[in-house]
């Protein structure tokens, strides 16, 4: 298990890490249950866990070992922010996900709701930039196992992602954790597309 370690928040897209190492950014809604899911992948608390959603307000910056770093973006969508923080936000996810070290994305999506507007306008913004994604869809120990497979192979369907791009995880219970520390792998080693 590589040790994470906290190098900072960054207000700006265009931060320098040194070393410069394959970069993973997680995004998602405010509220999906982000900073439980980076937490599970690493195995230990390294984000913050907020009742409050849309608190994450820079990105921040973990490495994990001499291997890469995680890129923890600010949760989009959270009504409560104001116009132009919303606008703020929603540019420095831009920015971010234009870096030059970017293997790619965790895209978190909750699987027990349909993807909304703002998940929409983040799918565009991930296909205009041609990112390489993965869906990890949070929250499932939320659904029966059953449900569970049937709301999978729909959002699969919706987004139009092939089955190895997409992941059940439950922070929680600890299901899809390791599939998906495999599939971040298979990112930063430039396996998926």
């Not at 092939?162 to 599939?183: C, H, M, Y």
């Amino acid at each position: 298990m590589l040790r994470p370690s906290y190098i900072g928040s960054f207000p700006r897209s265009d931060a320098v890490l040194d070393p410069p190492l394959p970069e993973v950014a997680f995004v998602g809604r405010s509220n999906v249950g982000k900073s439980s899911l980076l937490n599970a992948l690493v195995g230990q608390r390294i984000a913050k866990i907020s009742g409050t959603p849309g608190k994450t307000r820079a990105f921040n910056v973990f490495r994990l070992g001499d291997s890469h770093y995680f890129l923890d973006l600010p949760g989009y969508g959270y009504a409560r922010a104001g116009k132009a923080q919303r606008a703020a936000f929603r540019g420095l996810v831009k920015h971010a996900l234009r870096r030059e070290r970017l293997s790619g994305v965790v895209w978190l999506l909750d699987i027990r709701h349909p993807p909304s507007a703002d998940d929409r306008d983040m799918q565009d913004v991930l296909a205009e930039g041609e990112t390489s994604v993965l869906a990890a869809l949070t929250k499932g120990d939320k659904l029966t196992t059953t449900k569970r497979r049937t709301r999978e192979h729909e959002l699969r369907d919706d987004l139009g992602l092939p089955e190895d791009q997409v992941i059940v995880t439950s922070a929680k219970t600890g299901e899809g954790i390791a599939d998906l520390k495999e599939a971040i792998a298979g990112l930063i080693s430039g396996v998926v597309q």
